[in-house]
């Protein structure tokens, strides 16, 4: 099955900062790959996702990267601010209908004003 | 509507208690999904439905038990849980149509404590 490595498990920055997190995929077949934000105590929530034909996409303050050949991914944070504070889980699926995605183990992201 | 609605949102159950979740949404999303999540781990897959089949089940303990009685509902009934049972439990839908996989909704969870 599928086994996600997510690095590292906390990152501390400075408001205005950049961050970014890491993760790696074993199973080449898996095509879906999304960020989720997870504050304390509330639902996980999508922040972006990519697919496998696109190797890059941005929405504001956030990017994610994709390298398919080296089987990772990368979330991009730019100008940092202390409501970005949270747990984040990258993931990833194949391609059935459904999401069965595996998830790393989680990055909390603490962002000092 | 795009939300995932359970409930309830806490529960407390002893241990030879039979209680259920339950979930609704009304996106038309035909995949329906259980997660249990611990403190500070990732959410783990319990079950898919799609169409209202059971289509994944992680090796559940059968002291769980998946129920999708139409395409908008979705239940967990709980019955002789363990402590180590206590979490949050996630509901999720996606679309589950076509090949390309979709968002992943999640519910806000119902936090279970079993005494």
């Known amino acids: 099955g599928e086994n996600v490595e997510q690095h590292p498990s906390t990152l501390s920055v400075q408001e205005g900062d950049s961050a970014v997190i890491k993760c790696t995929y074993s199973?080449?077949?898996?095509?879906?790959f999304p960020w989720y934000k997870q504050e304390l105590g509330k639902r996980p929530q999508l922040i972006i996702d990519i697919r496998s034909n696109v190797g890059e996409k941005k929405d504001q303050r956030i990017a994610v990267t994709l390298n398919k050949t080296a089987k990772h991914f990368s979330l991009h944070i730019t100008e940092t601010q202390p409501e970005d504070s949270a747990v984040y889980f990258c993931?990833?699926?194949?391609?059935?209908?459904?999401?069965?995605?595996?998830f790393g183990k989680g990055t909390m992201l603490l962002v000092s004003p | 509507d795009t939300e995932v609605t359970q409930t309830p949102k806490h529960l407390v159950m002893g241990m030879t208690n039979k209680k259920s979740l339950k979930c609704e949404q009304h996106m038309g999303h035909r995949a329906m999904y259980w997660y249990k999540q611990k403190a500070k781990k990732p959410p783990e897959l319990m079950f898919v439905?799609?169409?209202?089949?059971?289509?994944i089940n992680e090796s559940v303990p059968s002291r769980f038990s998946p129920e999708c009685p139409n395409s908008s509902l979705l239940n967990l009934h709980l019955h002789a849980l363990q402590p180590e049972d206590s979490a949050l439990y996630l509901c999720a839908s996606s679309r589950g149509q076509g090949a390309i996989p979709g968002e992943l909704f999640f519910g806000e969870g119902s936090r279970l404590t079993v005494l």
């Open positions: 439905y799609s169409y209202e089949k059971l289509s």
């Open positions: 993931a990833a699926s194949g391609d059935s209908g459904y999401s069965t995605l595996t």
């Open positions: 199973d080449s077949a898996s095509n879906y």
